[in-house]
């Protein structure tokens, strides 16, 4: 993780987020899409770091990262997180907290 983070340091945050080994890039449009992880993709090459195609998706709508939904229209909560907890049941001991 920490070599990741050393080598996309200047781009983290302005269009990409890394954790671990997932690496997400986003824009609010495919042209800008596209530029993003070409230089993304162009960092990782030239230090020599390479993906699994199988496991790389690209030009999605939608995408749910670290229990968050990544879409055009922002970043919010994924409402099936927030459902599971409220359907959590109430503790009747100490125990069971």
């Known amino acids: 993780m920490r070599l990741i983070n050393q080598v996309l340091k200047l ?10 080994d997932d690496i997400l890039a986003f824009s ?9 992880l070409h230089e993304a993709l162009s ?11 199988q496991n790389s998706y690209f030009f999605l709508p939608k995408v ?17 997180k927030i459902k599971r907890i409220c359907e959590w049941p109430t503790p009747t001991s100490v125990q069971e907290v």
């Open 11 to 20: 781009v983290i945050g302005k269009f990409v987020v890394v954790h671990f």
């Open 43 to 53: 960092i990782l090459v030239h230090e020599k770091l390479y993906g699994n195609i």
């Open 64 to 80: 749910f990262f670290l229990h968050y939904v990544v879409s055009a229209q922002g970043i919010y909560v994924d409402e099936r």
């Open 28 to 36: 609010r449009s495919e042209e800008g899409h596209a530029h993003y």
